[in-house]
Each structure stands twice: as structure tokens, then as C-alpha cells.
């Protein structure tokens, strides 16, 4: 039972990625998911949240609409999309997963049941 983040990488100023967070050994319609990001040298922010219900908040003040996150059907898998790259949002990207049991929501302080590996996201032209 785990979580995997994927899809980071080196992208130009102004492009776009579409990163991963697959469960493998459960499904995570009953959980909510946060992805998270940590810059060097900076505190572990949250960027976004999907829950159970499918609601989704963005967590970052300086989101000006780059974020997307978004489940599949099969409740696999979620996806952070993120839009108009720039340099100060390279960091690693985290998921995180947690029961809907607790019912804290998308509550980023909060104890996790399962967390991703991270994947490096590097903007830079």
C-alpha cells in the first residue's frame, strides 16, 4: 500500500506540467488528498486539495488560477496540473493522503495516512 508521485521535471518559463499521485493497493475515493511542495531552503507549503466528495480548494494565495487539481475515474489517481511555470515554482512536489475518517478536511496540519515520495519540478530556461 503507497502512494507515488510522478511527472516532474525540467520545464522553460511559461510551460505547463501535469504531475501524478497514483495509489497502488487501495483506492482513494474514501481519502483526501493534498499535494504539497517544498522550495530549497523553505518551509513545506500546501498547493492544493481534492477531497472524497470530489471538492476541490487550492491552498496557495498566490495561486492566480495555475492550479488545477483533479481525480480519474477509477479513483486512482490525482492529478495536479500546473500552467505559466515560473522559476519560483521549482521545489519537490509531495502527495499526501487522508482518511475521510477524520473528517479534518483539507486541513494541511494535520496527520496524514500515506505520503508520496515527492518528484522535483525545476523551472529554468
Known amino acids: 500500500v503507497q502512494l507515488q508521485a510522478s511527472g516532474g521535471g525540467l520545464v522553460q518559463p511559461g510551460g505547463t506540467l501535469r504531475l501524478s499521485c497514483t495509489s497502488f493497493?487501495?483506492?482513494?475515493?474514501?481519502?483526501?488528498i493534498v499535494w504539497f511542495r517544498q522550495a530549497p531552503g523553505k518551509e513545506r507549503e500546501g498547493v492544493a486539495c481534492i477531497r472524497w466528495s470530489g471538492e476541490r480548494t487550492n491552498l496557495l494565495d498566490s495561486a492566480e488560477g495555475r492550479f488545477t487539481i483533479s481525480r480519474d475515474n477509477a479513483k486512482t489517481t490525482v492529478y495536479l496540473q500546473i500552467d505559466s511555470l515560473n522559476p519560483e515554482d521549482t521545489a519537490v512536489y509531495f502527495c499526501?493522503?487522508?482518511?475521510?475518517?477524520?473528517?479534518?478536511?483539507?486541513?494541511?496540519?494535520?496527520?496524514?495516512?500515506?505520503w508520496g515520495q515527492g518528484t522535483q519540478v525545476t523551472v529554468s530556461s
Open positions: 493497493g487501495f483506492t482513494l475515493d474514501d481519502y483526501d
Open positions: 499526501a493522503a487522508r482518511s475521510r475518517r477524520y473528517a479534518t478536511g483539507c486541513s494541511v496540519s494535520r496527520r496524514f495516512d500515506y
